[in-house]
């Protein structure tokens, strides 16, 4: 039997809210439907909803046309508020393309903010991972810093 190769990626960001605000705006379907659509030039299809245990799963669609979305379920495994959360993430394309990975958040108070660590583990290949390590992540990252910004 041969073991297949995977990729992890692990980063930071400090966020300008407590702990408890960032975990909650993370795991807050209503939040996220606000924050995924900010600096989006066209925020197009947002459908979010959360069934926040463990064991329960967050199923969420985006993208600028009913025919061109991209999805991800997020089913719970560990939820620590606010200072833990890991899911198992599975998520797909418009074109067809799916991939399953583990997703580790930690949430630690730092100054007047909180610095946020994802840890994704699972991806498939390295360009897969600096995909989500140069664009999504930063993406979500900046997004949600925007959230609180404007508050």
Do not use: C, N
């Not at 975990?23 to 924050?35: G, H, S």
């Amino acid at each position: 039997m041969t073991e297949t190769a995977t990729y992890e990626l692990r980063m930071t960001r400090l966020i300008p809210a407590s702990p408890d605000e960032v975990f909650d705006a993370y795991t807050d379907a209503e939040k996220q439907k606000i924050w995924f659509s900010l600096l989006a030039e066209e925020p197009g299809i947002v459908e979010i909803d959360t069934d926040l245990r463990v064991g329960g799963v967050q199923h969420a669609k985006w993208g600028p046309t009913a025919d061109e979305l991209f999805w991800e379920d997020q089913t719970f495994l560990v939820i620590d508020p606010p200072h833990r959360l890991v899911t198992s993430s599975t998520g797909g394309t418009p074109d067809g393309q799916t991939m399953t990975t583990q997703i580790e958040l930690t949430f630690e108070p730092e100054g007047d903010g909180t610095m946020v660590t994802v840890l994704q583990t699972g991806f498939p290949s390295a360009e897969m991972r600096d995909f989500f390590s140069t664009y999504a992540w930063v993406g979500a990252f900046d997004r949600i810093t925007e959230y609180f910004v404007r508050r």
